[in-house]
């Protein structure tokens, strides 16, 4: 069974190595973090008051209700022909697997089957992933993914064995050609954030790295863009603004 909690486009993807490609985005319900240290508060179904990450409604299971489960995989991409219908550029838009976690599913047959036909019909594919979860690489079009991997640093108050996983990074690297990681920082955590990640990259092969303004709104994508820009110049990453965060605020959907 797949957990689906939206499915949405097209539009653009908003951050990382893609941004600005039209995409069309399958988001995954369920994940193995909460990242209660992102301070993005909002209130469940029931009523109760929590924080966590921008796709909180992906990853809190009192959102669950609201998620949609599909048997076979065929049932998503008819969901994702339905959003393409009116559109010509059909077979050139990209496909961003996201959530929640999407690799939680990474063994599920259904969840293989929706990869391999979009690689197969010749979709930049992307995973958009927190890489903490032990996965193999079994088939030749596995592959050809594009592992978008949000490594999550202390600031999220994960614990560190948990959220950084150097066995899985490095099989991503080896096995794929253009993935990458991506880092979330705020203004208060700066240099910090670059000592973790010069100790996660010292261990695993050569990636390009983004760095990216912690926020759920364009008003905090504002306050700490400046000073994350000046740390990707210093220290010699890339810097990923975050698009759809900065028109569209947190809105869903877009």
């Excluded at 995409?23 to 909460?34: L, V």
């Excluded at 029931?46 to 921008?54: E, L, Q, T, V, Y």
């Excluded at 796709?55 to 009192?62: G, P």
Aim: hydrophobic share 35%; net charge neutral; proline share 2%.
């Amino acid at each position: 069974m797949l957990e689906i909690n939206e499915i949405f486009g097209p539009t653009i993807q908003g951050e990382g190595k893609l941004v600005g490609n039209l995409s069309i985005f399958i988001r995954f319900g369920k994940c193995n973090f909460k990242c209660v240290g992102f301070n993005v508060f909002y209130e469940t179904p029931s009523g109760k008051k929590k924080c966590a990450c921008d796709s909180y409604y992906a990853v809190d299971m009192e959102f669950k209700d609201s998620w949609r489960s599909y048997e076979n995989h065929l049932e998503i991409i008819h969901e994702v022909d339905k959003l393409l219908e009116n559109y010509s550029y059909k077979n050139r838009v990209d496909i961003v697997i996201t959530g929640g976690e999407p690799l939680l599913y990474w063994n599920n047959k259904e969840f293989q089957n929706l990869i391999k036909y979009y690689i197969e019909k010749n979709h930049k594919l992307t995973i958009e992933t927190n890489a903490s979860l032990n996965i193999d690489f079994k088939e030749e079009y596995q592959k050809n993914i594009l592992f978008s991997m949000s490594v999550k640093l202390s600031n999220s108050l994960e614990p560190l064995k948990k959220r950084v996983n150097k066995t899985t990074l490095t099989k991503i690297l080896e096995n794929t050609k253009e993935s990458y990681l991506k880092f979330v920082i705020g203004d208060d955590f700066l240099e910090n954030a670059i000592s973790e990640i010069e100790d996660i990259l010292k261990d695993i092969p050569k990636s390009e790295v983004y760095l990216m303004p912690l926020g759920d709104s364009s008003k905090t994508i504002d306050t700490n863009s400046e000073k994350v820009v000046n740390l990707a110049i210093k220290h010699g990453f890339k810097y990923s603004d975050r698009l759809h965060i900065r028109i569209w605020n947190n809105k869903r959907g877009v």
